[in-house]
């Protein structure tokens, strides 16, 4: 059995329900599709993961949402939680953590497809927003450290952990909710500690996190990303 949870909401969606649920639980959960995620690990990079949820628009209650706010569900946090029949909710899996990207209404108006994605959705953003050939921006350390405040700066130094020092044009701004800060720490003591790698870069201009954090960092040191169940 499946259970639908939306951030923010006090209804769940099911297609049979748990013992013990937290939410009020409605069986209109029809169909999911995806769950899956391709690593490629000689370049670094991991395909963003993604499911298509299908939820039966039962007395048009989801149109009804959708009629006072367009934007009800958009980039809404989603998690999918999986067990077996007569489980208790609170020992049910949590298998996959996304953000709403897309809803379309099925063919026949029964029901809506909604599109979640992982948060590497979120790494086709652009860094180093302001950087030129006049004013190039330059970054310099461990490559580790050098990920993590792409990741995560804010331009206000601080804000959102020790990681975040870059100008925000610079950075992505991610929570470190959504960042395992301490296992990539781990790994920079275990497999680049110190001084034993260190890059720099002059970026000249603008360019997608994604195709620099792949190709220039992780690439190089040999690893590629992985995102858990909780995103």
Not at 57 to 69: C, H, S
């Amino acid at each position: 059995m499946y259970l639908i949870h939306f951030d923010g909401e006090a209804t769940d969606y099911c297609n049979h329900k748990p013992d013990s649920a937290t939410n009020t639980l409605k069986q209109y959960l029809v169909d999911i599709t995806g769950l899956s995620q391709t690593i490629t690990p000689e370049e670094g990079k991991a395909s963003i993961g993604g499911v298509k949820i299908t939820i039966l628009d039962y007395n048009d209650e989801f149109t009804a949402l959708l009629a006072t706010d367009t934007y009800f569900f958009h980039r809404r946090k989603t998690t999918i939680k999986a067990g077996y029949l007569g489980m208790a909710e609170a020992n049910m899996l949590t298998i996959f953590t996304g953000w709403i990207t897309g809803m379309a209404l099925t063919s026949d108006g029964t029901a809506f497809v909604l599109d979640v994605t992982d948060p590497q959705k979120w790494l086709q953003r652009k860094i180093f927003r302001n950087a030129t050939e006049d004013t190039p921006v330059t970054v310099s350390g461990n490559p580790i450290n050098i990920l993590l405040s792409i990741l995560m700066s804010t331009g206000t130094p601080g804000t959102n952990g020790t990681h975040d020092y870059l100008e925000s044009e610079n950075g992505l701004g991610l929570s470190s909710d959504f960042i395992n800060v301490s296992e990539l720490e781990t790994i920079r003591g275990r497999y680049y500690p110190g001084g034993s790698i260190y890059m720099k870069f002059s970026i000249t201009d603008k360019v997608t996190a994604s195709d620099f954090i792949y190709t220039e960092i992780l690439k190089v040191i040999n690893a590629y990303p992985k995102i858990d169940g909780q995103g």
